[in-house]
């Protein structure tokens, strides 16, 4: 449906919104519960909440004027103003943050010219704003403009972006020549999550096609989940008749006819020859055969990535870099749903619990609650009502885990969520999945779809007696909803303010009803325990820590990507041997772990292991699973205050202890890395942090604190240091200067970068930076081929 036109003027515009609206209540329904839905729905239609499309629903449903202000005013998605034709979201999460999106951010708004704190080009074509999580860490700094992805967007490059977007919204789909092709033995294997389509996966699947058919081949093109190496991605393999694998990462589109040449011949005697020979004197004229990735040592092409892969164990990600995330019949020849079909026909519910508690499967979305318990809470009660909710609300800034499960292996998650549901005597399932995840969303609504078909879901699975049935339902935009109780009020059409505990959502949950709420790392592992056994199980891991855990690593990593690692690993093997140490050959300083509710562990306890007791104790916490490196160029105050800055913003507001505890911290921090604090205010800082952590009433409340006391813990000279004005990262803006050395040749090339002109063009002198103009973007210091241009202390240039 097109976007209706709001025009209060316009009598045909008006009964067209009216239509419009009419046709969306009809669709989604008229209840109190729907109204975040409904809102959606509207939005999606006319880019913000249209005033009269908020009348018609006063009188067309039950929900009321207090409802939904309340409602439509507390979640982020929503908007009440107009906005351009096109939204850019710069990612403003932890890896996006440590390299730069705050640069990002104001490049884009000077590039487009968007004066104060204007958010919409005059011509209406784009809108601007800063989201907490993109979700593709690896690739940071992220930009979303409409539903593509932009990684390692530079500040100076953001210009190129903006053109690239508009040329391709311009352009119009080639449709592929009709022609018959020789079907060849083997398949192309392409990774295409969110993160593969962010780095060109899709050009390289448009290549692949429009190749194959100029070859007059067809080879199976086969999308695959999350390959794990994000960056190495483009990735693909080539898999031969003997189902021998070569694996070609970092592919270019230029790359893809030579290796469709070496692996696959065309049909004919004259277009073999008209391709093994004109085509490859093309390709020797322009040079390309020679650097293309087909003929660089099997080492150095996937060295890397097998030492990446070495150390993993793959549970939740079982099936990486071959399985097609919706093909439901390859998933069941690979056991998928074995699982399902055993405990229907041989396990009553209790002993599934029972195996569930043996196993020693503890939750995989914050402190680690024995999954079982959970189970055998909600199995006890004798209410006919029950739910199931799998938690995919991945609010944590530098966390993708989630994303990339349901993305790549909708299957096993649904199974999971089965089963428990089977275990506990529930007959309903919902997926909570973050509207930013709109792959994710997409492909567990197609995969519930075929498993429906199948009889996988609905009345009566697999001919057994057992019913249950699952629906989608899309957060929209509020980090404490990750909370259950917060996000079973959100699911009712509520803000999501959590609730008082007891009674516990095993007991009354869901519109009352016991309600058992896993993430969806823990529902992924559920079929591996069936199938293999709770022995096999417990074998992986520490006394206490069972099974396996899935990472998103990223930040000052020189691999980065999602990892799944069996518990009892450290730290630094997983940063060395996995993630190949620190980029740039920087000095690891810190680890930051478990998002906003976790911490920062120094590298000088970074043997620790992954478990969530040691966690607990060192002050952090596993939390979903976001694991940022940080180096020594990393500054920890501002760390603590960037952190700060998202729990604040995120408070609900419900207690006082959150929502003005951590509003004051962040005065005090904000005072800390402008070098306005003094050294009483530290211990002020550390009295707010503890008291908040004690008196809030839910876990973000609880944990909001976590990164300023371990960073208080272990890296509190740098807090010192800041009340004396001194920054040594230079991170903390208001404490440097940016100047000009003699090292200085007058190539200019600072000059033409610098967005605000701070720097007169000055050919063949040494130049100089106007400060008062300087912005401080760094992009002089990037542009720099002689390292003549640095960061001095506003202290040391005052005092020399």
């Known amino acids: 449906m097109s976007r209706c036109q709001c025009d209060n003027n316009s009598k045909v515009n008006k009964e067209e919104l009216i239509a419009t609206m009419d046709a969306i209540i009809e669709r989604v329904g008229t209840s109190k519960d729907v109204i975040i839905p409904l809102l959606q729905e509207i939005q999606d239609e006319f880019s913000y909440l249209p005033s009269e499309a908020l009348e018609r629903i006063y009188e067309r449903t039950e929900i009321d004027r207090a409802q939904l202000i ?109 022609k018959k092709h020789h079907k060849v033995a083997g398949e192309i294997r392409l990774g295409m999550g969110s993160c593969c389509q962010a780095s060109g996966s899709s050009d390289i699947y448009n290549e692949l096609q429009r190749t194959s058919n100029e070859l007059g081949i067809e080879v199976d093109i086969k999308s695959v989940g999350c390959v794990g190496v994000c960056n190495k991605v483009p990735l693909i393999d080539v898999v031969s008749e003997d189902g021998s694998i070569k694996r070609y990462p970092n592919v270019k589109a230029s790359e893809i006819k030579e290796i469709l040449h070496y692996h696959f011949k065309p049909a004919g005697y004259f277009t073999r020859l008209k391709n093994s020979l004109i085509n490859r004197v093309d390709t020797y004229h322009t040079d390309l055969t020679w650097d293309n990735v087909i003929w660089k040592p099997e080492n150095e092409r996937t060295g890397l990535i097998d030492s990446f892969l070495a150390s993993q164990k793959h549970i939740s990600t079982e099936g990486f870099g071959y399985l097609a995330p919706l093909d439901l019949n390859e998933y069941r020849k690979h056991e998928g749903f074995d699982g399902l079909q055993k405990v229907l026909t041989d396990a009553n519910p209790k002993q599934l619990v029972e195996d569930i508690l043996n196993s020693g499967l503890r939750g995989r979305g914050g402190g680690g609650f024995p999954t079982g318990k959970k189970w055998e809470i909600v199995a006890a009660s004798d209410k006919t009502d029950k739910y199931v909710i799998c938690n995919g609300d991945e609010g944590d800034p530098g966390a993708f885990m989630d994303r990339m499960i349901l993305e790549s292996y909708p299957f096993r998650v649904i199974e999971g969520m089965v089963i428990a549901g089977y275990a506990v005597g529930a007959n309903r399932g919902v997926f909570y999945i973050r509207a930013e995840y709109p792959l994710a969303v997409k492909r567990i609504q197609r995969a519930l779809e075929l498993c429906r078909e199948q009889n996988l879901i609905g009345s009566n699975i697999l001919g057994s007696d057992f019913s249950f049935d699952i629906s989608i339902f899309e957060g929209a935009g509020a980090f404490v909803c990750g909370e259950e109780t917060a996000l079973i009020a959100s699911i009712e059409g509520d803000r999501g303010f959590p609730k008082q505990r007891p009674p516990y959502p095993a007991v009354s949950g869901l519109h009352a009803c016991p309600t058992l709420v896993n993430n969806v790392e823990t529902l992924s592992q559920i079929s591996y325990v069936i199938r293999n056994g709770v022995n096999t199980y417990n ?144 211990d002020k800082l550390e009295e707010l942090a503890i008291n908040v952590k004690r008196s809030s009433l839910c876990g973000l409340g609880k944990t909001a604190p976590n990164p300023v006391l371990t960073t208080l813990k272990y890296f509190r000279e740098e807090y010192e240091e800041h009340v004396q004005g001194i920054c040594k990262t230079g991170t903390c803006k208001d404490m440097i200067e940016f100047e000009v050395t003699e090292d200085c040749i007058g190539c200019t090339k600072c000059a033409k970068a610098c967005p605000v002109d701070a720097i007169p063009y000055e050919p063949y002198k040494v130049h100089h930076i106007d400060t008062e103009l300087c912005v401080k973007c760094g992009l002089c210091i990037d542009e720099c081929s002689y390292d003549a241009i640095i960061k001095v202390k506003k202290e040391d240039k005052k005092n020399g």
Do not use: W
């Open 539 to 682: 074998q992986i891991g520490t006394e206490n820590s069972k099974g396996t855990k899935v990472f998103a690593l990223a930040g000052k990593i020189k691999n980065g990507g999602l990892i799944e690692v069996p518990m009892g690993i450290s730290l630094n093997q997983i940063i060395e041997e996995i993630g190949g140490g620190v980029e740039k050959d920087e000095k690891l300083k810190a680890v930051q772990i478990g998002g906003p509710s976790g911490g920062c562990i120094p590298a000088n306890l970074c043997d620790v292991k992954v478990d969530f007791d040691a966690f607990n104790q060192m002050g952090a916490m596993m939390g979903s699973g976001g694991l940022v490196v940080l180096s020594e160029k990393d500054c920890m105050v501002d760390m603590a205050r960037y952190f700060l800055t998202f729990t604040s913003e995120q408070s609900c507001g419900k207690c006082t202890f959150c929502r003005v505890g951590t509003k004051r911290m962040l005065d005090i921090l904000d005072k800390l890395c402008s070098g306005k604090a003094q050294m009483e205010d530290i």
């Open 70 to 178: 309340s409602v439509s005013t507390f979640y982020s998605q929503f908007r009440h103003i107009p906005y351009g034709k096109h939204l850019i979201k710069v990612c403003t999460g932890t890896a996006c943050h440590v390299k730069g999106a705050t640069n990002v951010y104001d490049s884009f708004k000077r590039e487009l010219k968007m004066e104060g704190d204007s958010i919409t080009t005059d011509d209406q074509l784009f809108s601007i704003e800063k989201v907490a999580c993109l979700g593709c860490c690896t690739l940071a700094p992220v930009v979303q403009i409409d539903d593509k992805i932009y990684g390692h967007v530079l500040p100076g490059k953001v210009n190129e972006v903006i053109e690239e977007f508009i040329e391709e919204q311009s352009s119009e789909e080639k449709k592929a020549s009709a």
